[in-house]
């Protein structure tokens, strides 16, 4: 099996890694790599820079904005935006919600929201999870009810990422409670500042704050919000979920944390009586989790290959959104005995003289592996996600 890519994309990756080196904000990656939060100011600085090069929407055909790259090329920016340590893209625009609306909006909706998705200058949060609908998304009772040209939305949407950041969400609504509950379903979008909307902040384990609590009352929204048909609602969150799900690969950021692990355990000096674990014990572990960085690439590559045609992932999305997130969390395990390694050995007055300044890593480290805890909850959990490929994957 050839896993190389055609040499003459090799010239992409160097323009891609050439304009993160030289025209990227720096001040943002000086930030990311010492671990800050970004303000919203930053996300948007961020991420209007790859508007402008119109890389920001980098899997949108160009008919709706995108650069029309081949998923190789897709492949290959998202590589190498996470080498050059830049955040990640915030997914609920470009992502999540720009291919809704660009496969089953209508032109006006269109027209009024991929432009700002694409260039960055606009913000998206996505409500889904509610405080009695999580992984069972279909249970949700946030109301819809029609009022003449408008819907008047009241509920509360939970676990919200980025809503802290973001101008616009996009909502999964019960407008009826009559048919089978999938059926009563429908997707709606709403400006988050307006009366009647109150975000609240739910600062999560790593001391961060990314997730929100967001209540509406009363809060009307024109009807030509809506995407698609009232009621079709749950059968446009699936084709979300689909891209959802594979966007947690993020190949290019596990192997660069796994470098630094690397690096950072061949700073902390052998021998002495000062020791958590065994040296052969934690190579080896580290190794068995670059092999899985491996497999799980070429799962992605395999599931992209399946899409070139412009599709949606189906169920199999489900397989990579459980390699890709226990992955990540063994990553940030390392993290931990790293730290707690080279904690025991300061302590013990064993460390080398030059190895006082290389500590920096274990307070971002550590946080990392707590937010990093959450991954295989969020974005349906990993049981859920075993029972999809049970039922649809396998048959059974």
Known sequence: MNLDFDPALEQFREDVRSW??????????????????????DVRRAEMALGAKGWLASAWPKEHGGPGWSIEEQY?????????????????????VGPVVYTFGSEEQKARWLPGIAD?????AQGYSEPEAGSDLASLQFSAVQDGD?????????????????DWIFLLTRTSQEAKKQLGITFICAELDQPGVTV??????????????????????PVSNRIGEEGKGWTYSQYLLGNERTSYARIGGKRAQLANIRAIASHIPTGGNARLIDERAFAARLSAVEMKVDALEITVLRVLSAVSDGGAPGKEASILK???????????????????????RKFA?????DWTGHNAFA??????????????????????????????????
């Open 20 to 41: 993160f080196a030289h025209e990227y904000p720096k001040d943002i990656l000086e930030k990311v790599a010492r671990g800050e939060s970004l303000t919203t100011p």
């Open 76 to 96: 290959i920016f998202d590589e190498e935006l996470e080498r050059a340590g830049a955040p990640t893209v915030t997914p609920m625009g470009v992502v999540y």
């Open 120 to 124: 960055g200058s606009v913000g998206w």
């Open 150 to 166: 408008e819907y008047v939305l009241n509920g509360t949407k939970i676990w919200t990422s980025a809503a802290n950041h973001a």
């Open 200 to 221: 609240k902040p739910i600062i999560s384990i790593d001391g961060k704050y990314h997730l929100s609590q967001v209540d509406f009352v009363d809060v009307r929204v």
């Open 322 to 344: 459980i390699m890709a997130t226990e992955t990540a969390q063994e990553i940030t395990e390392l993290f931990w005995v790293a730290a707690a390694e080279h904690g025991l």
């Open 349 to 353: 007055d064993s460390v080398s003289p």
């Open 363 to 396: 307070a971002p480290g550590i946080a990392t592996y707590f937010g990093t805890r959450a991954q295989s909850i969020y974005g349906g959990t990993n049981e859920i996600q075993r029972n999809i490929i049970a039922k649809h994957v396998l048959g059974l």
